[in-house]
């Protein structure tokens, strides 16, 4: 059967790639075929070889589908700001539709499609739509990456009641402690377990440097069958 899985955060850097990177090499250890998605990249890097996003090609790296790079990132743009800024700085117009066929052939050709948003759950993509407009299209399971720091009970509890709102289910999350010594870290998650209502796939401690393969083995994937 097919998996798909949208992969939000409570806000911007607080380990969406991570997360999603190891969310593949576990399905990868799982025996499926496994690709990973970022439909929209912001503050992608020029090059010779045309522009480069570190993201997108930690998820390429992390699963074992060989997909053509239009399919894995359609949107690449090189402000590092909100996408609809950086899309129009650009002279284009991001489209879910686009996106939405992107992602319809990856799962033609895979078991498994592990799709990035950009920023927080409701970053606008465009002057009508956002990325929960784009969760809501593609209709699959969410997974909220919480980044533990002051303040993320209330962006995590925001984040999961417009999940709810757009009938969308929220397949579970993941702590993900992105500074060190935050006080009352055990209260917060326990906060959150009980405000989130659904699976708590995992936590990973602060630690500089974490590999995709090192916190796949922290999860819980056996919550996701």
């Not at 790296?61 to 609809?84: I, Q």
């Not at 129009?88 to 066929?101: C, F, M």
């Not at 992602?103 to 920023?119: I, K, N, T, Y």
Request: glycine share 10%.
């Amino acid at each position: 059967m097919k998996k798909a899985y949208f992969i939000t955060g409570t806000d911007t850097n607080v380990g969406k790639t991570l997360i999603a990177s190891a969310l593949l090499r576990a399905f990868v250890s799982r025996g499926f075929r496994a690709v990973g998605m970022k439909p929209v990249a912001a503050g992608c890097e020029e090059t010779t070889g045309g522009l480069r996003c570190a993201d997108v090609e930690s998820l390429r790296a992390a699963g074992n589908v060989a997909a053509p790079p239009e399919l894995v990132n359609p949107y690449a743009l090189v402000l590092p700001v909100a996408p609809h800024i950086a899309a129009e700085r650009a002279g284009v117009e991001i489209g879910i539709g686009t996106v939405l066929d992107a992602f319809r052939r990856l799962q033609a050709m895979s078991d498994v499609v592990v799709v990035e948003g950009v920023g927080g759950f409701m970053v606008p993509l465009n002057r009508r739509e956002d990325t929960a407009d784009m969760a809501q299209r593609l209709g699959v399971p969410v997974i909220l990456v919480v980044g533990m720091r002051l303040g993320c009970l209330n962006h995590a509890l925001l984040s999961a009641q417009v999940m709810k709102q757009r009938g969308l289910r929220l397949a579970g999350w993941v702590a993900n402690q992105i500074e060190p010594g935050m006080p009352f870290l055990r209260e917060n998650v326990a906060a959150l377990e009980h405000g989130l209502q659904a699976p708590l796939l995992g936590e990973v401690p602060y630690q500089e440097g974490l590999s995709a393969d090192e916190v796949a083995g922290l999860l819980r994937m056996a919550l996701l069958d």
